[in-house]
């Protein structure tokens, strides 16, 4: 059988081209809206070099402003660390902006509607997630699973879980690419995948339109198990206590996934958890202080790159919409810091490097900033 390859839904390349060819005459089917996993098509993908394919990312990208530099920066007292037997394990965060609703609905008022065009931004994405390449990466507003992530993240090697929102708003943009969701991809060479969990999650005992995909993987390197979840809460101001439920939700699943877990000799063992997703609430709100209170030792990475290591960065969005300038920080990165070390953390762009028209922009794809960090399992636990 021949392999079957595929495409980010269009585009001149080389590449994208030659993998465009066989998209149109797959179905790629959306089954059940929460299967545990979301389908593994089974063809067989063509293996794609990630080098190659950055290339292609800058040379379709040629007309644009080159993306401003963000470094990895150290907490205080890291130093750079080297371990053969337990290396870094470095994790993505970043609600992409869906297709649907930066060109149909949001209103970025100061941004050119030709920077928000799908053949080119996609590439700007894209050409991000292959500059750091993580071994996880938890994605929000997905709305080109299918014809795109999916496709291209499985022949980078990394396996593809996606979940859409019940009421997805980017069904209600003409020309739509289907509903928005959660995705998250881990890399197959390093991660065994034990278990899968979508969720709807719930509020005052009833379903909301929110959804959080939670994954049990282990360390191929370690041996080590670790519970990675993505979400993206409720948004707007006015649904302040909506949020808290669903962050209270959330975290009494995580208790109930990872009680499960690996067993020693001396009793059960607590997995260590990451938490990715677009809360929708600044660091002010209850949900924010149910992570941080939780049971489960949870830690902002974020606030790591403040010098009293206490405070989160001043924005991870920062937009211009008919309603005004809105400038928060939205988007955070958890972490059992009982089992778990971060070790450097992607930077936090400048006022100037942003721009006065600020997210998104010929040079930022999305009006959320993407969060980037490595961590290690900790060696004393």
């Known amino acids: 059988m021949e392999a079957m390859v595929f495409s980010m839904g269009g585009g001149s390349s080389r590449l994208f081209g030659t993998l465009a060819q066989s998209l149109n005459s797959i179905t790629l089917a959306q089954s059940d809206l929460y299967p545990e996993e979301s389908p593994d098509h089974h063809q067989e993908l063509a293996e794609l070099d990630p080098d190659q394919l950055l290339r292609e990312c800058e040379e379709a990208l040629q007309r644009r402003p080159a993306r401003p530099r963000r470094d990895l920066v150290y907490p205080t007292g890291r130093v750079p660390r080297r371990c053969k037997n337990n290396p870094s394990v470095r994790i993505m965060q970043w609600n992409i902006l869906a297709q649907a609703l930066g060109e149909g609905k949001d209103g970025f008022i100061r941004c050119p509607m030709d920077a928000l065009n799908w053949q080119e931004r996609k590439y700007l994405i894209l050409e991000e997630i292959l500059t750091y390449s993580p071994d996880i990466v938890c994605l929000q507003e997905v709305d080109h699973f299918y014809d795109t992530f999916h496709p291209i993240m499985s022949s980078l090697g990394y396996h593809s879980s996606f979940l859409p929102k019940p009421w997805s708003p980017c069904l209600d943009v003409e020309q739509n690419n289907g509903p928005d969701g959660c995705a998250l991809f881990h890399r197959s060479s390093r991660f065994s995948l034990d278990a899968s969990s979508h969720l709807r999650l719930s509020a005052m005992m009833l379903p909301t339109n929110q959804v959080a995909i939670v994954q049990m993987l282990k360390c191929r390197v370690t041996g080590r198990q670790l519970c990675v979840a993505v979400t993206h809460l409720k948004a707007r101001s006015g649904w302040e206590r909506l949020r808290s439920a669903q962050g209270a939700d959330l975290l009494h699943n995580l208790r109930s996934i990872t009680s499960l877990g690996v067993q020693s000799n001396t009793g059960p063992v607590a997995v ?43 924005y991870t969005t920062w937009k211009i919409r008919p309603s005004g300038e809105s400038c928060s920080t939205l988007d955070y990165i958890w972490y059992s810091h009982h089992a778990l070390s971060v070790d450097c953390l992607l930077d936090i762009p400048t006022e100037e490097q942003i721009g006065p028209d600020r997210l998104p922009s010929y040079h930022y794809p999305s009006d959320h900033l993407s969060l980037l960090c490595d961590m290690s399992f900790r060696e004393d636990v």
């Open 272 to 314: 260590p958890i990451v938490v990715c997703g677009d809360f929708n609430a600044e660091p002010s709100e209850d949900v924010y202080w149910r992570f941080s209170s939780s049971p489960l030792g949870l830690r902002s990475a974020y606030k790591l790159l403040s010098s009293d290591g206490q405070t989160e960065p001043p």
